[in-house]
């Protein structure tokens, strides 16, 4: 079992909570309201310019040049790639750049971008990694699942493209690619086990982040973990 099953093993309701969301069951069903779908896309795009932002730490946070090619290469897969392509599937739906860029972040786009920017600040590149892989991983997780259901790559979902494009062969091997980034790469004790970090970070809020808050183990302030209410990406 890798780093990442191990985690997601340890916090099976918040993971859960994420990748069984109603949001992700409607995109399967097609049953899910055109607003909050189109709402998800403008915070997407949102999302995506502070996730560029944490490749770019993550560059910085390297030790080695192979690391920091990998995260130049995530940065710019976001920067060169993913932001037009998402814009152009944006325009499909009725949404214009000038529009999308202009709206404000939800709570919940703040909530998970900055907190995996905190922990990158805070830490080194494996609490950075460990905070971005809900994310790439989760989406292939969850498109993958979608698509095994009957009906949900059909054309009357109006959602088929974007379960396609997230279940994938070129998505899937990007989300692999991400999961063996995330191998252990701190020095172990005489126990072989990771030290724990000597820090104290703020808590995630979202849930992508948070079912992964004790993975290393980390001490959050304001104890506990940082309070019960979890904040998803997709709205309802």
Request: charged fraction near 25%.
């Amino acid at each position: 079992m890798d780093l990442f099953d191990r985690l997601k093993a340890a916090r099976p309701l918040a993971w859960s909570a994420y990748v069984d969301h109603a949001f992700v069951d409607g995109l399967g069903t097609g049953a899910l309201p055109v607003a909050a779908f189109r709402t998800y896309l403008v915070q997407d795009y949102l999302f995506l310019i502070q996730f560029a932002r944490a490749y770019a730490l993550a560059v910085f946070k390297s030790r080695t040049l192979a690391d920091m090619r990998a995260a130049h290469r995530g940065l710019s897969a976001i920067l060169d790639k993913e932001m037009d392509l998402h814009l152009a599937y944006c325009a499909e739906w009725g949404l214009d750049a000038a529009a999308i860029e202009a709206t404000p972040e939800a709570r919940a786009t703040t909530a998970y971008t900055r907190y995996v920017i905190d922990v990158g600040l805070s830490g080194d590149l494996l609490d950075l990694n460990v905070a971005l892989a809900p994310c790439v991983v989760g989406y292939a997780e969850i498109a993958t699942k979608l698509a095994a259901r009957p009906g949900a790559l059909d054309p009357p979902n109006p959602y088929a493209r974007w379960i396609a494009e997230y279940a994938s062969e070129g998505y899937v091997e990007v989300a692999a690619a991400a999961r063996e980034a995330r191998r252990p790469c701190r020095p172990r004790d005489d126990r072989g086990a990771l030290r724990r970090p000597r820090r104290h970070l703020r808590p995630g809020l979202a849930a992508r982040g948070r079912f992964l808050a004790d993975g290393p183990r980390r001490r959050l302030r304001r104890g506990g973990e940082g309070g019960r209410r979890l904040l998803f990406l997709f709205p309802t």
